[in-house]
């Protein structure tokens, strides 16, 4: 299977947005629960948003009001507008999906199986 492909990263300025992009096959297959995990140098990874085959979204504390997960089925894209940015999200961004019992933010860093390459974000105070 072809596996996810990020976008859209870069260096912005605390305070500023970016819009993640993921290309993924697999919203073809409504079954999936779908997200974003990222990971800073050093620290594990860290859950950051997921989406559920209903359209339900979940977020980790620090995204919550900051950042925004959606899907475009007939571009098979997933996506992450992320704004009011701040130095600690930075870190490389993963989106990634597999199947779980329940789809919430948490699970997202779990599937390996399927997982792009990442894209990195970097926010300078």
């Known amino acids: 299977q072809v596996q996810p492909v990020e976008s859209g990263g870069g260096s912005v300025q605390a305070g500023g947005s970016l819009r993640l992009s993921c290309t993924i096959s697999?919203?073809?297959?409504?079954?999936?629960?779908m997200g974003w995990f990222r990971q800073a140098p050093g620290k594990e990874r860290e859950g950051v948003a997921g989406?559920?085959?209903?359209?339900?979204?979940s977020y980790s504390e620090s995204a919550m009001g900051r950042f925004t997960i959606s899907k475009d089925t007939a571009k098979n894209a997933l996506y992450l507008q992320m704004n009011n940015l701040r130095p600690e999200d930075t870190g490389t961004y993963y989106c990634?999906?597999?199947?779980?019992?329940?789809?919430?933010?948490?699970?997202?860093?779990?599937?390996?199986?399927?997982r792009g390459q990442g894209t990195q974000v970097t926010v300078s105070s």
């Open positions: 990634a999906a597999g199947d779980a019992l329940f789809c919430i933010f948490s699970v997202v860093p779990t599937f390996d199986d399927y």
């Open positions: 697999l919203l073809t297959h409504k079954r999936y629960c």
């Open positions: 989406l559920d085959n209903d359209a339900l979204t």
